[in-house]
């Protein structure tokens, strides 16, 4: 079982992508569902998550700029991310966690944004 996650590319800074994450082969509805990236060279990282209450929670560097969403019915998570910059450039992906085992978490396998400057 694992999330698929699609829309990277290569992008010229100030554009935008939107990122998908498919979750459809999960056998249960995942009610926290995110999206991290990792930098080239660097530790893992939160880009934009939804919470077990359902709200939205950013990175503060993509606040304004990036918007998560979903489709709950699809089992599907996006990442709008718009006015990017090169230190975006970074392997994007998506998770899920079973709200019945919140130990349990899922991920894709990862898509690559490359911004040039």
């Known amino acids: 079982v694992q999330l698929q996650a699609s829309g990277g590319g290569l992008v010229q800074a100030g554009g935008s992508l939107r990122l998908s994450c498919d979750a459809s082969?999960?056998?249960?509805?995942?009610?926290?569902m995110g999206w991290f990236r990792r930098p080239p060279g660097k530790e893992r990282e939160l880009v934009a998550t939804f919470t077990r209450g359902g709200t939205t929670y950013y990175r503060q560097t993509m606040e304004g700029r990036f918007t998560i969403s979903r489709d709950i019915a699809k089992k599907q998570a996006y990442l709008q991310m718009n006015s990017l910059k090169p230190e975006d450039t970074a392997v994007y992906y998506c998770?899920?966690?079973?709200?019945?085992?919140?130990?349990?978490?899922?991920w894709g396998q990862g898509t690559l944004v490359t911004v040039s400057s």
């Open positions: 082969s999960l056998p249960f509805s995942p009610r926290v």
């Open positions: 998770n899920a966690e079973d709200p019945s085992n919140t130990l349990n978490v899922y």
